[in-house]
């Protein structure tokens, strides 16, 4: 295999080992315009899952009540947290699905 294919699917299945870190790595690292190509994309898709965190600490100051005193269902915070996980689900499945697409 090459050293660029390797490289540009290793920049996307960095999601499991080593986040954005990697990706950012073999981009300042490689001359080869393509593999900088890849390891963009990927570095933007380990980025993406951040956006979320705004969003839950906003249902927690949204549910604070609820959390606070036990009298219900804090239902901002329960469906936030669902919602993030299938977003953050569906970023890991794409980059596994780009990575293998990547190798083959």
Same mark, same amino acid.
């Given at each position: 295999?090459?050293?660029?294919?390797?490289?540009? =699917?290793?920049?996307?299945?960095?999601?499991?080992?080593?986040?954005?870190?990697?990706?950012?790595?073999?981009?300042?690292?490689?001359?080869?315009?393509?593999?900088?190509?890849?390891?963009?994309?990927?570095?933007?898709?380990?980025?993406?899952?951040?956006?979320?965190?705004?969003?839950?600490?906003?249902?927690?100051?949204?549910?604070?009540?609820?959390?606070?005193?036990? =009298?219900?269902?804090?239902?901002?915070?329960? =469906?936030?947290?669902?919602?993030?996980?299938?977003?953050?689900?569906?970023?890991?499945?794409?980059?596994?699905?780009?990575?293998?697409?990547?190798?083959?």
């Amino acid at each position: 295999m090459e050293t660029n294919k390797i490289l540009s =699917s290793l920049s996307y299945f960095s999601i499991f080992f080593a986040g954005f870190v990697f990706p950012l790595v073999v981009f300042f690292v490689s001359t080869d315009k393509e593999v900088k190509g890849h390891a963009m994309k990927a570095l933007i898709s380990h980025i993406i899952p951040i956006i979320g965190v705004p969003f839950l600490l906003l249902s927690i100051f949204f549910d604070i009540g609820v959390i606070a005193t036990g =009298s219900g269902i804090p239902f901002f915070l329960i =469906s936030s947290i669902a919602i993030y996980l299938i977003f953050v689900m569906i970023i890991v499945i794409w980059n596994v699905y780009k990575g293998v697409k990547v190798l083959l």
